[in-house]
RNA sequence: GCCCCCAUCGUCCAGUGGCCGAGGACGCCGCCCUUUCAAGGCGGUAACACGGGUUCGAAUCCCGUUGGGGGUGCCA
C-alpha cells in the first residue's frame, strides 16, 4: 500500500508528510499537528493486510476500496479542491442529545474555519421518528448554541423519490438483491450452523428472487458485498481502519415496504449534497465501510448527484469518540441528563457550552480552557481530537459556566436573567424556562431592586437557574422560610431572641430614608454593617455569629447576598415587620426559657 | 461468537524518544481572606493498565495480554 497522504484537505502543507512513515513534517505552525498524525495513519497503513483478492459478485470490484485519495491530497472528494461542504445529520429524538450538539459543533467549527458550508439535514427516513416539532427542536438548539446551518433542514422524509430513483439503479446494476428470509429463519439457520450472534447468511444472494413477491409484497434490498478483500476508511482522527469484507454481511438497504435505510439514504444525500466531509460520532465508525462500498457502487452505476459537477470522491472521515457517562457506557438518555433544553433551562450559557463542549476531546496547545468562539474556530484542528471516549462531567461544566456568568458586564448579567426573574420583556431566542418560572407573583419583581443586588448575586451562582433563590426574599410578601435554616440559626440558638431584639431597636433607630425621626444616620449597607457590629459587640458576639438569626430573619435562609445590602434594598419598614414576624413566630413556636439546670 | 475502536491523576486534557523525579484544569482536602455563601489567594492529594521487545535512552515506537467501549436491526 502507498503512503498514505493526509486527508485532512484544508491543512496547507500536508503533502509534506506523504513520502515515508519515517519522514517528519517540516511544517512550522502548529508544529506538532501535522507531523504526527501524519506519522501515526502512515504506521496504521502498513499495518493493513495487502489487498490481494478479486471477485465476480453482483458487488463492486473486490479489490482493496478505500477512501483515500491515489494520487495525492487533491483527490480525496471535493474537500481539497473546493471550500468543504459538512453536514450535522441528526435523527430527531424529541430532543437535543449533547453528543449532537458536539458532533454539530465540531462540523460547524470546520465549516467555518474554511470558508465552508455547515448543513443540517434531518435524517427522518424512519417513520417513527418523523415528528415535526422535533425537527424544530434541532434547529431551535443549534440556534441557541449559536451554530446555525447555512443550509437546510433538508428531510430525508422528503427525498423518498431520489431514494427510490437509487434503488433501481443499484438493482439495475445488479448490486442488490431481494430478500425474503425472516429474522426468525436467519436465526434458526446461524443457530443450527453453531454460529452465536451472527449476520446475515447470504440464504436469499443466488437465488434470483423478484423485488416483488407472488402476493404482491414488496421484498427487502440486501446489498451483494465483494466476498473478499477489504475496505478501508482513511479516518483523519484515527488513521486507517481496515475491514476485511468476509467479516461482513449482505446488509439490508431497502425495506419490504421500500422505503430506504440509514447507510442508502446516507450516502444517496451526502453525494448529492456534495459532502466532501463526514464528521460523526465512533458508533458509526463500524457501518462506514458499508457506506463507501455503497458510495462507489452508485459511482460505478452513473449516478448523477444533485448537486452537478460529476461524481464526488469519497467524503473526509472523522469519527469522534463517544461521550460517555460515570460508567464508561454511551449516554444514554434514560439514566444521564442528555438533552441540551435542559442545560438551557437550567440557566447554562451557550457560549458556556459551546466551550465545554469543546474541550470534550480537544484543547488547544496552549492549555487555555476559556475561548471565544472565534478563538476556538481559529485554534481548533480535527485532526488533534482525541480518540478515547470522555466523561461528560456536569461539576466541570458548571465551573466553566460560573466563569462566564462572573465576566458577564452586569447590564448583560441582568439582562440574561429575565427569563428566569420575569422582570420586563425579553429578547427571546435564547432564553428559555417556562414563563412564570419565577418564584414569585408576575408583578411583583423590581428591576431597580434587582440591578442593586445583581453584582452580588453574579459572582454566586454558577448558573442562571441559581438567581430567584437568591433574590426571592425581596420579591415576596414574606420571606421564604427554610424549616432547617430556622431550626438550626433561630431556634437551636439561645441567643437568637436576644440578637432579634436588639436588631429590631438598632435598626429601628435608623432613619428609613426620608427626613425626620430616628439617630439621623441612614439605612444603608455601610450603616447596618456598623450597627450590627455595635450590636455584637454588646452580646459578646462574633458579626458572623450574630448576623445568622437576623439572616433568616428577613431572607428566610442562612445563605445568600451579603446580609447589610440586602437590608439596604428591602429597606426599613420591610426589615422590622420581619424582624417583628420572625421574634413572633419563634415567641410561638418555641417558648422561651433557659434550660433547666 | 465475529468485526472495529480505545487505554496518562477520580474526571477532562498536556505530553509525539532525552527538557518527565510527568504539567494544567475540574473535583476533593487544608490554610488565608471574610457578615453567611460564593469568589479570590496559597498549599496538598492523585496517573503513565500489565508483560515483552526496539533503543545509549520509552508515558511516547512495535508486539502481546488484560481491561473498557462501539458495532453486529427491514434503527440511525
Redesign the pocket.
Same mark, same amino acid.
Given at each position: 500500500m502507498p503512503a498514505t497522504p493526509c486527508a485532512w484537505a484544508s491543512h496547507p502543507r500536508c503533502s509534506r508528510c506523504v513520502t515515508t512513515a519515517t519522514s517528519?513534517c517540516s511544517m512550522s505552525t502548529p508544529a506538532?499537528?501535522c507531523?504526527?498524525?501524519c506519522?501515526?495513519r502512515l504506521?496504521?497503513a502498513r499495518?493493513a493486510p495487502s489487498p490481494s483478492s478479486r471477485t465476480s459478485s453482483p458487488g463492486v470490484a473486490g479489490e482493496s476500496q478505500t477512501n483515500a485519495p491515489a494520487g495525492g491530497v487533491g483527490a480525496a472528494g471535493g474537500g481539497a479542491a473546493s471550500a468543504p461542504r459538512v453536514r450535522f445529520?441528526?435523527?430527531p429524538t424529541g430532543y437535543f442529545h449533547v453528543g449532537s450538539a458536539r458532533a454539530a459543533l465540531y462540523n460547524w467549527l470546520v465549516a467555518r474555519q474554511s470558508g465552508g458550508t455547515f448543513i443540517l439535514r434531518i435524517?427522518?427516513?424512519?417513520a417513527?421518528?418523523n415528528r415535526e416539532e422535533w425537527a424544530e427542536g434541532i434547529v431551535s438548539a443549534l440556534h441557541w448554541l449559536g451554530m446555525d446551518a447555512d443550509e437546510g433542514p433538508y428531510r430525508?422524509s422528503a427525498r423518498s423519490a431520489r431514494y427510490a430513483e437509487a434503488i433501481d439503479l443499484l438493482w439495475s446494476a445488479g448490486n442488490l438483491y431481494a430478500?425474503?428470509?425472516?429474522?426468525d429463519e436467519?436465526d434458526a439457520r446461524n443457530k443450527a450452523a453453531g454460529?452465536?450472534?451472527?449476520?446475515?447468511d447470504g440464504h436469499c444472494r443466488d437465488r434470483g428472487l423478484e423485488r416483488v413477491g407472488p402476493d404482491g409484497a414488496?421484498?427487502?434490498l440486501?446489498f451483494a458485498m465483494p466476498p473478499e478483500g477489504t475496505t478501508t476508511v482513511a479516518?483523519v482522527?484515527?488513521?486507517?481502519?481496515?475491514?476485511?469484507h468476509?467479516?461482513?454481511?449482505d446488509?439490508?438497504v431497502?425495506?419490504?415496504?421500500g =422505503? *430506504?435505510? /440509514?447507510?442508502l439514504?446516507?450516502v444517496v444525500d451526502d453525494v448529492d449534497m456534495a459532502i466532501t466531509h463526514v464528521i460523526r460520532?465512533?458508533?458509526?465508525?463500524?457501518?462506514t465501510p458499508?457506506g463507501i462500498l455503497v458510495w462507489q457502487a452508485l459511482g460505478a452505476a452513473g449516478w448523477e448527484p444533485e448537486a452537478g459537477g460529476g461524481y464526488p470522491g469519497l467524503p473526509v472521515f472523522a469519527?469522534l469518540?463517544?461521550l460517555?457517562n460515570?460508567?464508561?457506557?454511551?449516554l444514554?438518555k434514560r439514566r444521564d441528563p442528555v438533552a441540551v433544553e435542559d442545560y438551557r433551562d437550567k440557566g447554562y450559557l451557550p457560549e458556556a457550552f459551546v466551550n465545554y463542549l469543546a474541550?470534550?476531546?480537544?484543547?488547544?496547545?496552549d492549555?487555555r480552557?476559556l475561548f471565544t468562539a472565534g478563538e476556538l474556530i481559529e485554534w481548533f484542528r480535527l485532526e488533534?481530537?482525541?480518540? =478515547? *471516549?470522555? /466523561?461528560?462531567?456536569v461539576?466541570?461544566l458548571?465551573?466553566?459556566n460560573?466563569?462566564y456568568i462572573?465576566a458577564l458586564p452586569v447590564d448583560e448579567f441582568i439582562e440574561r436573567c429575565r427569563p428566569w426573574t420575569g422582570g420586563g420583556a425579553h429578547g427571546g431566542g435564547t432564553g428559555t424556562p417556562a414563563a412564570g418560572a419565577a418564584p414569585w407573583p408576575a408583578g411583583s419583581f423590581d428591576d431597580a431592586a434587582f440591578a442593586r443586588m445583581a453584582p452580588?448575586v453574579q459572582?454566586?451562582?454558577?448558573t442562571l437557574g441559581e438567581v430567584p433563590a437568591m433574590v426571592d426574599f425581596l420579591f415576596l410578601d414574606e420571606p421564604p422560610v427554610d424549616p432547617g435554616d430556622w431550626a438550626k440559626v433561630v431556634e437551636g440558638d439561645e441567643g437568637a431572641a436576644q440578637i432579634l431584639e436588639a436588631a429590631r431597636a438598632a435598626f429601628g433607630a435608623l432613619e428609613g430614608g426620608g427626613a425626620g425621626g430616628g439617630s439621623g444616620s441612614a439605612f444603608d449597607?455601610e450603616t447596618l454593617?456598623r450597627v450590627?457590629?455595635e450590636l455584637a459587640e454588646s452580646v459578646g458576639r462574633?458579626?458572623?455569629?450574630?448576623?445568622?438569626p437576623i439572616?433568616v430573619a428577613l431572607t428566610g435562609?442562612?445563605?445568600?447576598?451579603?446580609?447589610?445590602?440586602?437590608m439596604a434594598v428591602l429597606g426599613r419598614d420591610r426589615v422590622l415587620a420581619r424582624l417583628d414576624a420572625a421574634l413572633d413566630r419563634l415567641a410561638r413556636s418555641a417558648p422561651a426559657g433557659p434550660p433547666a439546670g
Open positions: 517528519t506538532r499537528s507531523g504526527t498524525r506519522a501515526r504506521t496504521a499495518r445529520a441528526p435523527s435524517e427522518d427516513t424512519d417513527e421518528r430525508q430478500c425474503d428470509c425472516t429474522r436467519i454460529i452465536a450472534t451472527p449476520g446475515y414488496g421484498r427487502a440486501r479516518d482522527i484515527r488513521g486507517d481502519v481496515v475491514f476485511p468476509e467479516a461482513m454481511d446488509f439490508v431497502v425495506k419490504s415496504s =422505503a *430506504p435505510l /440509514f447507510v439514504a446516507n460520532g465512533e458508533d458509526l465508525l463500524p457501518t458499508r469519527h469518540p463517544l460517555v460515570e460508567q464508561r457506557k454511551k444514554s474541550l470534550l476531546g480537544w484543547s488547544p496547545h492549555g480552557e488533534d481530537v482525541n480518540h =478515547a *471516549p470522555a /466523561f461528560f462531567d461539576a466541570k458548571t465551573h466553566i460560573g466563569e462572573r452580588l459572582e454566586r451562582v454558577a449597607a454593617h450590627t457590629q462574633k458579626l458572623a455569629k450574630t448576623q445568622g439572616r435562609r442562612r445563605v445568600g447576598p451579603p446580609l447589610f445590602e440586602s
